[in-house]
Nanobody, 122 residues
Framework: VQLQAYGGGLVQPGGSLRLSCGTSGFTLNYYTIGWFRQAPGKEREGVSCISSSDGSTYYADSVKGRFTISRDNAKNTVLLQMNSLKPEDTAVYFC????????????????WGQGTQVTVSS
């Protein structure tokens, strides 16, 4: 499954962005999807995920309370609503299928698609 992340951009600290993860030819509702990010000079980190089986969601501590993951089944997308953005949220954001998702664990990612740049700066 090849996924595409989009919706990034430049936003001021405290602002909001909504990222979308889409694909063609596959129904995303059948897949557990994760969001990851990679800042310059840093390793890729898991941000959030949503389970296909029971809808469980996971958030990294760094984004808990600010980011919300959800599905838009009508548009065959997975959304990541990002509020109260901070400069440290600046990164390229990717979505991927993941092996497992629970409230406390984000599983191993599968194939990566093209990411989208998020820059938080005044």
């Amino acid at each position: 499954v090849q996924l595409q992340a989009y919706g990034g951009g430049l936003v001021q600290p405290g602002g909001s962005l909504r990222l979308s993860c889409g694909t063609s030819g596959f129904t995303l509702n059948y897949y557990t999807i994760g969001w990851f990010r990679q800042a310059p000079g840093k390793e890729r980190e898991g941000v959030s995920c949503i389970s296909s089986s029971d809808g469980s969601t996971y958030y990294a501590d760094s984004v808990k309370g600010r980011f919300t993951i959800s599905r838009d089944n009508a548009k065959n997308t997975v959304l990541l609503q990002m509020n109260s953005l901070k400069p440290e949220d600046t990164a390229v954001y990717f979505c991927a299928t993941v092996t497992y998702c629970s409230s406390s664990y984000l599983g191993t990612p599968g194939s990566w698609g093209q990411g989208t740049q998020v820059t938080v700066s005044s």
